[in-house]
């Protein structure tokens, strides 16, 4: 669950311009503001059915941007590889494959480019 609102708020931020306005609304307050489908709906003058379904398309949308843009993806993988890069530069002393391995993140990461 926890991973789940992580996620949709990532892609919120990646995203979120590309939505409608209504759409940042709803979900900033339910995913950021914590606002319950009954606070929303009566917030907005709407059922919490139609809250619920504004929710889940606005999701959707997000979901669908990041399968075909792949910017959260790709985000992903560059701070995976600096956070790797960052911990071999912190040893005091670096190993023999540490030159190479550094080379080797560097090269994958200028390939995503």
Request: without cysteine; aromatic residues 8%.
């Amino acid at each position: 669950m926890l991973e789940r609102l992580n996620r949709v708020n990532l892609l919120f931020d990646i995203y979120g311009p590309l939505l409608t306005g209504r759409q940042r609304q709803v979900l900033d307050l339910y995913y950021r503001e914590d606002l319950s489908l009954g606070e929303i709906a009566a917030e907005f003058g709407i059922s919490r059915q139609a809250v619920y379904d504004l929710i889940r398309r606005a999701v959707g949308t997000l979901e669908e941007l990041e399968q075909k843009l792949g910017l959260w993806q790709y985000f992903k993988f560059q701070q995976e590889r600096l956070v790797e890069a960052e911990s071999i530069l912190q040893k005091q002393e670096l190993e023999a494959g540490d030159r190479r391995r550094l080379q080797e993140l560097v090269h994958e990461l200028l390939q995503k480019l």
